[in-house]
């Protein structure tokens, strides 16, 4: 059975940080590129930073750009996303993904809220 377990989610005051995780299990860990995406309430989900399988080539969208770090360790099958200088609009739930081909996998979620 293919899972993604997010962790790491919380309060936090503006300009603070928090590190999310990710357990994922059933599937192929290394082979798959993995990726954080976000969803604020009534808006649309949305990308936030992903790395690649093969040579952890990052990305990140224009919005977290010097403020989030992505990473992943093959070994324990877990990608991680350290979020520094958060501000009150990266409040949403994140999530994070699996993708390889036509295979994308995702876990439930974990909130981020983050205060004024």
């Known amino acids: 059975e293919v899972q993604l377990v997010e962790s790491g989610g919380g309060l936090v005051q503006a300009g603070g940080s928090l590190r999310l995780s990710c357990a994922a299990s059933g599937f192929t860990f290394d082979d798959y590129a993995i990726a954080w995406f976000r969803q604020a309430p009534g808006k649309e989900r949305e990308g936030v930073s992903c790395?690649?399988?093969?040579?952890?080539?990052?990305y990140y969208e224009d919005f977290v750009k010097g403020r989030f770090t992505i990473s992943r360790d093959n070994a324990k099958n877990t990608m991680y996303l350290l979020m520094n200088s958060l501000k009150p609009e990266d409040t949403a739930v994140y999530f994070c993904?699996?993708?390889?081909?036509?295979?994308?996998?995702w876990g439930q979620g974990t909130q981020v809220t983050v205060s004024s």
């Open positions: 790395i690649a399988s093969s040579d952890s080539t990052t």
């Open positions: 993904n699996g993708r390889r081909k036509h295979q994308s996998y």
